[in-house]
């Protein structure tokens, strides 16, 4: 990856997504390695699932979410707000808690404009009362009254002019109004919506996820639509999902029970991630491991797709036109598991994370992520997400950020920049 003639590492503890406001970008820098001692930031305590960058007063400040109880020194109960350029905190939750009072997590981070707003697993908030989503000013961490609710876990959000789409372990698609937080309106799924992305304009929407159907009469919407802001009616043209391998694959028998809205049978390419830019980014999970650039109106592959041997959950644009995808590839081994059997030859590199040039050749981009979180019983850790900041009028130099459940060199969250 070249992101600057020097590099260094920052660290935190574990990601999902990244946005950033509008400024002038400036060219990048051509550069050298990454280097191998990590800057010195705040750590969690805990694993990090979401991230968002936005520029409240033209300071960039980064949003960071998951399950833990400290930034740094600092309480944060599951979301912390950190200036981008000396990672100090300036502010976080008191408290994150779930119907039993338990700490619960972030799991799902978007920005507009002021307003933050954050999904995930929790009940409560600061004391107060949130079912599943919330919305907070994110320079000054006041937590607003838009109280929607969800039915269930959310694990993506996507705002547009006047609505925020919602979805995650329930079997809808939630179009809620930002005015008041009542619901403009309501599609069924079949299964769980992971990622949603609106497009440049926010008339209409990706909606990506583990459901075989999607609508009214539930007909065939495999893997990933494109949906109307005005209804969530599916625009036909975008057609990629109808080419995805759907859930029930044949050489998969043992994973042929139905999705219930609270887990998966993940034995189709099912969408995890999204991201956009000239192109659609599209991050797959399943029992097919695969990452693809796609046409953003009609959803036609583009030149190449590339396999690996566990699920993608981020992607995105990087440095020098190239993309940048992490997840939980590359740690298959006698000691995790075996290869999946039926995803085809999968490529090699660094652990948790590709980056790869506009035309789909692999650098030699390496962090050197390694480890996992105790609790890893299901082999499921690893690279969670990434966002790519190019150099701008506001930004003097790129940032990448890289986030996961990763252990080494730093716990979960990285900061590769050019300076």
Not at 71 to 94: C, Y
Not at 95 to 118: H, I, K, R, W
Not at 163 to 179: H, M, P
Not at 223 to 242: E, H, M, S
Request: charge should be positive; charged fraction near 15%.
């Amino acid at each position: 990856m070249v992101l600057g003639k020097h590099r260094r590492v920052i660290g935190l503890l574990g990601v999902i997504a990244v946005g950033f406001g509008v400024m002038a970008v400036l060219p990048g820098s051509a550069g050298a390695t990454l280097g191998t001692t990590p800057a010195v930031g705040p750590q969690t305590d805990g694993q990090v699932f979401a991230l968002r960058m936005a520029i409240p007063g033209n300071v960039p400040v980064v949003a960071v979410g998951g399950k833990f109880a400290h930034m740094g020194s600092r309480p944060a109960a599951g979301l912390a707000v950190l200036r981008a350029s000396d990672r100090a905190v300036l502010w976080s939750t008191t408290s994150l808690t779930d119907a039993n009072g338990n700490p619960a997590q972030v799991d799902a981070l978007e920005v507009s404009g002021s307003t933050l707003f954050v999904g995930g697993t929790f009940r409560r908030i600061n004391g107060q009362p949130r079912n599943f989503v919330a919305a907070f000013n994110v320079a000054t961490g006041t937590l607003y009254g838009w109280n929607p609710g969800a039915p269930f876990r959310v694990r993506a959000i996507s705002a547009g002019t006047t609505i925020v789409l919602v979805g995650g372990e329930f079997t809808k698609l939630k179009a809620i109004r930002r005015s008041d937080g009542t619901t403009a309106w309501e599609q069924p799924t079949d299964c769980s919506v992971r990622a949603i992305k609106a497009n440049v304009d926010k008339t209409r929407f990706w909606v990506g996820g583990v459901f075989d159907h999607y609508g009214v009469g539930l007909p065939f919407h495999h893997g990933i639509v494109l949906v109307r802001d005005t209804d969530g009616t599916v625009d036909p043209q975008f057609t990629l999902g109808a080419r995805l391998v759907k859930n029930g694959d044949p050489n998969d028998p043992a994973q042929l029970n139905p999705c219930d809205g609270s887990k998966a049978s993940y034995s189709g390419e099912n969408v995890i991630a999204l991201s956009a830019v000239d192109r659609l980014l599209v991050g797959i999970g399943g029992a097919y491991n695969r990452f693809y650039v796609v046409d953003r109106p009609t959803g036609a592959r583009v030149s190449w797709v590339k396999q690996f041997d566990g699920d993608v959950q981020g992607v995105s644009p990087c440095d020098n036109g190239g993309y940048c995808v992490v997840g939980h590839m590359g740690k298959r081994s006698a000691t995790f598991g075996d290869p999946c059997p039926f995803c085809g030859p999968s490529i090699t590199g660094p652990r948790f994370i590709r980056e790869f040039t506009a035309t789909g050749v692999q650098t030699s981009f390496n962090p050197h992520l390694e480890g996992f979180w105790p609790d890893d019983t299901l082999n499921n850790d690893g690279g969670w997400a990434l966002f790519y900041q190019p150099k701008s009028s506001i930004n003097p130099f790129p940032r990448l950020f890289i986030g996961g459940s990763f252990t080494t060199p730093r716990m979960g969250f990285m900061l590769v920049s050019s300076a």
